[in-house]
């Protein structure tokens, strides 16, 4: 990943290496060294990267289906992926060209999650068994988000405080018409597969 991310920099082999070695320092890497779905989620998910960045779809397709059946919480680069996309679609008003991006986007994730739930079926005769099981042991249940929580007060007021202080600026910020539609950036749909 190092070799991938400094690539073509300015650090030399040892400045490299003190970077890794301070990366490792950190805590929270202690799981990427474990076989958890959150390793194998960040190494499948990095790879698929890889892929939009070469703008090799099956690259990128291959490893986002693997990294969607992985953790449920690929629903969040779902909605990233659609808000992107629907934030290109305001800007140039091209809807085919929006619904051919976003499906070629979004349709690794979703064919992920329905091997998921077709898996669970075989063994189970339950196609939301997963969803069963969260909301049986985990009280996680299948719904419109009802409030806001986390699992430590520290995260709860910093949670609190991205919301005002970050995501309502950045949201006024988005939807005023000088970013929709910048002068200075040239008219049309940017392909991410297109090259």
Known sequence: VMHLLLKNSRFSNFE??????TCLSFPSVGIYFLPYSEAVFT????????????????VYFIFMLLSAMTRASVVIVIASI??????FFLRERNFKQFMKEM??????????MLAV?????LYSGNFFKYYEV????W???????????????????????????VTLPGLI?????????????????????GG
């Not at 490299?16 to 070695?21: D, L, N, P, V």
């Not at 190494?43 to 099956?58: D, H, Q, R, S, V």
């Open 16 to 21: 490299k290496c003190c970077i890794y070695i």
């Open 43 to 58: 190494a499948t998910f990095f790879i698929g990267i890889w892929g939009l960045i070469k703008k090799n779809y099956w």
């Open 82 to 87: 659609v808000a992107t996309d629907l934030f």
């Open 103 to 112: 499906s070629l986007k979004v349709a690794p994730f979703v064919l992920g």
């Open 117 to 121: 739930f077709f898996y669970h079926y």
């Open 134 to 137: 969260q909301s049986t042991f």
């Open 139 to 165: 009280t996680n249940n299948l719904q419109w988000p009802t409030k806001l929580a986390d699992w430590s007060i520290e995260g709860y007021g910093m949670n609190i405080a991205a919301i005002f202080l």
């Open 173 to 193: 910020y988005f939807f005023s018409w000088r970013v929709i539609k910048p002068k200075s950036i040239a008219s049309g749909y940017p392909s991410v597969f």
